[in-house]
């Protein structure tokens, strides 16, 4: 069993920056890929991007490439989700999840620990 808590949510203006973090406790972090998600009010939950278990890989959405950047820690357990250039339609709620399988999914489905989300807000 994995706990996941985000943290590092907030308002910000267009063009600006926040750097997201997900604390995991319990299991073995560096057993699992991690994923980045968000939904926003009314719409279905997409994936933003994701690490593999050493931190080598990553993948992004193409909404969001080149503008976020994700990484990890895991002698910290760790994960973060570097946002920069931030738009209106980023804004969503954000949540970490954790994955069994050995290559990174963009499907919910294939996460198996979420975390409660971490509210992100862009003003136009």
């Known amino acids: 069993q994995v706990q996941l808590v985000e943290s590092g949510g907030g308002l910000v203006q267009a063009g600006g920056s926040l750097r997201l973090s997900c604390a995991a406790s319990?299991?073995?972090?560096?057993?699992?890929?991690m994923g980045w998600f968000r939904q926003a009010p009314g719409k279905e939950r997409e994936f933003v991007a994701g690490v593999s278990r050493s931190g080598s890989m990553t993948y992004y959405a193409d909404s969001v490439k080149g503008r976020f950047t994700i990484s990890r820690d895991n002698a910290k357990k760790t994960v973060y989700l570097q946002q920069n250039n931030l738009k209106p339609e980023d804004t969503a709620v954000y949540s970490c999840?954790?994955?069994?399988?050995?290559?990174?999914?963009?499907?919910?489905?294939?996460?198996?620990?979420w975390g409660q989300g971490t509210q992100v807000t862009v003003s136009s």
């Open positions: 999840a954790a994955s069994m399988y050995s290559t990174i999914y963009n499907s919910p489905r294939h996460y198996t620990y």
């Open positions: 319990g299991g073995t972090f560096s057993s699992y890929n």
